[in-house]
């Protein structure tokens, strides 16, 4: 939840206002679309509704915490136990496999034994449809398998919570459209509440919530 965020970047003649008496209340299993034009401050805001970065004003919570009364330790627990991460440009480690970019962060986050990692990464590759890829190093890859790995890294801790910034913006529109059905049909089974911002017009028809910024303000969201 976010109550009265602003942010600003930059001081001065340069300062510019990126978030503005943003209220929000995102429910456990939603899927919003968060959409807007280049600019409006949609990273911005999936940054600080993750506590990647702190708003000048207002407040943030996240299940049930009050993201400024944590240090950086207690947040970067929190973002590693309950918050998952999709980039637009996948952000795998293009030394390791696929396998080994799933099962890697499993092994250094929790306590998980390296069976349990090792099953749970092959669990979640084959639920995004490309176990059988899971030798191949990012560069082997299509821009949609990559995508696919990075979103069973992002499921593969069973977070809460998934931000996705852009996850479609470098995929042709038919690789775009499996993997934001790929994204729904996980928020379905799972109930894990998915964050999307997006420039997709399929997935602002789609989604159960829309939320629009538009200068740094929420100007529509469909529950409203
Ligand atoms: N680190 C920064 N320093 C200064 N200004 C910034 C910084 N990050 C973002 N901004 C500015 O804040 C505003 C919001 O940016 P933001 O990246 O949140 O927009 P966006 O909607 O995600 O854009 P895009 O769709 O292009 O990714 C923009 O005017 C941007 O130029």
Redesign the pocket.
Known sequence: MLTDVEKH??QGESK?K?LTNINLEIAKGEFIALC?Q????????LNILSGIDKPDSGNVFFLNNALSELNENQLASLRSRHLGFIFQFFNLIPVLSAFDNVFYPLLLTGNRSKQTAKSLALHYLASTGIEHLKDRKPGQLSGGQQQRVAIARALANQPQVIVAD?PTGNLDMATGEAILDLMMKINQETKTTFIV?THSVQLQDRAKRVIEIKD?GIVYDSLR
Not at 38 to 45: D, E, N, P, Q, W
Request: net charge neutral; aromatic share 6%.
């Open positions: 970047y930059g510019v990126a807007g280049s600019g409006s401050g949609k990273s911005t805001l852009e911002s740094g």
